[in-house]
């Protein structure tokens, strides 16, 4: 995982149009995406231990693009294996462990293939550079991780109008903390696009790969439509890239609850600030993304919370110590 360091010169997004998710197709668009990055040797090194970090919401839809395409997983993985890297996958769903919901998306012939590990979060507090956070806690499984592939899917979100990359980086925060996290934050809009900022900034991804190939837009980040919207985005940093992708879908700021609090930290770039190696955003403006047609409260509500909370205690104090017993 990268050191935080002061930018000295423009951050870049690499942006393409890319029509296929074909093996072959999607493969020579990710080399062309991450050349002027250059390319995956300028990220990982014979040995490093690479988690990949995919969008990986749930299992219930998987024909609605509402994660990221093992397509993009496996091209990415192959890239990682042929420069001597070792990835990995985590996630913290929604719903479900982050195998279950792998599988139920397809993934399971592509980690069987490749021999890709699929690991399950688990929590563990780190100093953030905000002290308002610092009861934050993150998965040491990505903490851990000598470089981090962020993968997160375009789609529009009833919360947060937009997820993207700093967005899909809160499944690195385990599922109970997720649950708490939304309870004390979420009824203030701005708190908690500075909480998920904060965890951005914690993780710090060595590199974010956007799948815009198809997106989902309306009521997401579930309850949306696939669109196909023929966009590949790549940067080391990912707040410069979700400002890009706002232009790209020709949405404000100020409705991003993450890009406006990124702005308001002073760690969010202007456009203007901004190198575009491949093509603009202007090149690839989408004229009728669909927003959510309502937004919702970010708060889960206090019974989901004591749920979360109770179950945890459940397998970490009754079922565990009862199968080691078992096993006895």
Not at 174 to 181: E, H, I, R, T, Y
Request: glycine share 8%; aromatic share 6%; proline share 7%.
């Amino acid at each position: 995982m990268q050191l935080l360091t002061m930018q000295t010169h423009k951050p870049s997004v690499s942006l393409i149009r890319a029509k296929s998710y074909a093996q072959e197709a999607l493969r020579e668009s990710l080399e062309t995406l991450l050349e002027p990055l250059g390319g995956m040797p300028a990220f990982v090194k014979r040995g490093d231990r690479v988690l990949l970090k995919p969008n990986l919401l749930t299992g219930s839809r998987p024909t609605k693009e509402c994660t990221t395409r093992p397509e993009l997983v496996r091209a990415v993985a192959e890239m990682v294996i042929a420069v001597g890297g070792k990835p990995f996958l985590g996630d913290s769903p929604a719903f479900g462990s982050a195998k279950g919901v792998a599988v139920a998306n397809g993934l399971l012939p592509i980690l069987e293939e490749l021999n890709l590990p699929i690991v399950e979060f688990h929590g563990k507090r780190y100093q953030t550079v905000n002290d308002n956070f610092n009861h934050l806690l993150v998965s040491k499984e990505a903490m851990e991780a000598d470089v981090i592939i962020n993968l997160p899917k375009v789609k529009s979100h009833m919360q947060l109008t937009l997820t993207l990359g700093v967005k899909n980086l809160f499944g690195c925060v385990p599922g109970k903390m997720k649950a708490w996290w939304h309870m004390e934050a979420g009824k203030d809009a701005n708190r908690f696009g500075e909480m998920l900022v904060e965890t951005a900034r914690t993780i710090n991804p060595d590199l974010t790969i956007l799948d815009g190939i198809i997106g989902h837009e309306g009521n997401g980040p579930s309850g949306g439509e696939p669109r196909q919207l023929e966009v590949l985005a790549a940067s080391t940093n990912v707040f410069a890239l979700d400002r890009a992708m706002l232009e790209v879908l020709k949405v404000s700021p100020a409705q991003v609850p993450t890009v406006a609090a990124s702005q308001r930290l002073g760690i969010c770039p202007e456009l203007s600030d901004i190198d575009f190696p491949n093509l603009s955003p202007d090149l690839l403006q989408i004229e009728d993304w669909q927003l959510p047609e309502k937004l919702m409260p970010i708060d889960f509500a206090m019974p989901r919370v004591i749920k979360s909370t109770f179950k945890h205690l459940y397998i970490r104090f009754i079922k565990e110590p009862m199968s080691a017993y078992g096993k006895g």
